[in-house]
């Protein structure tokens, strides 16, 4: 089975501290998504990335950066998070390889800035 | 451009009843189409997809969907509702090109009354 694992299932920032979100995937699988979820506003993209060290934006980029050093792990970084960040966050992953769309998410981190 | 639409933010049935949650989709061109489930502090798990096989696609937990290209409609559905589906559920459609990304409906929460 494909496990995600992200580092955090709760955390709780203040307002301008730099937070680091992470992502682990154990299924050599070449592309890696950040989604944070809102309430009545489904899923939304924020970074995606295809390959080491790639990165693309996604729909809701502002606020956040991303970093992919090695491929089973990608990172969310919020350089100074804000109270409108607060949110839960979920990675996914996905195998280029198979054709197929289907994604794999992790099980999510729900973080607070106050 | 891809897009979803989940009629009904909030379904609320008996348990042992009919469970009909909506899902139309846009898209140029012939879409992947998917029904996510995210149980409570979770995340999400796939409950089916259809990739232009067969329009009726069966998934976990006896829960189905039917592919209607004319309505650009897939609706998922499951005869007879039990405590344990009582969840929020996500309806998505492939972008169809290199990046692999899904676009999300804003999702639906069932609520199983028993």
């Known amino acids: 089975d494909v496990k995600v694992t992200q580092s955090s299932r709760y955390l709780v920032k203040r307002t301008g501290e730099k937070v680091f979100l992470e992502c682990v995937q154990d299924?050599?699988?070449?592309?890696m998504f950040w989604y944070r979820q809102d309430p009545g506003l489904g899923l939304r993209l924020i970074y995606f990335s295809y390959d080491v060290k790639m990165k693309e934006k996604g729909d809701i980029p502002e606020g956040y950066s991303v970093s992919r050093e090695k491929k089973e792990r990608f990172s969310l970084i919020l350089e100074s998070a804000s109270t409108n960040q607060t949110s839960m966050y979920l990675c996914?992953?996905?195998?280029?390889?198979?054709?197929?769309?289907?994604?794999?998410f992790g099980p999510g981190t729900r973080l607070t800035v106050t | 451009a891809q897009s979803v639409t989940q009629l009904g933010s909030h379904v609320s049935v008996s348990e042992g009843a009919l469970v009909l949650l909506r899902c139309n989709y846009s898209s140029s061109v012939p879409p992947y189409l998917f029904w996510y489930v995210q149980y409570p502090n979770q995340g999400l798990q796939l409950l089916l997809k259809y990739t232009s096989a067969a329009t009726l696609v069966k998934g976990i937990n006896g829960f189905e969907a039917e592919f209607k290209k004319s309505e650009t409609s897939f609706h998922l559905t499951k005869p007879s509702a039990h405590m344990s589906d009582a969840a929020e559920y996500f309806c998505a459609v492939s972008v169809r090109d290199s990046s692999y990304k899904l676009i999300f409906g804003s999702g639906t929460r069932l609520l199983v009354r028993p």
């Open positions: 299924m050599d699988h070449e592309n």
């Open positions: 996914a992953s996905h195998d280029q390889g198979t054709g197929s769309y289907e994604q794999y």
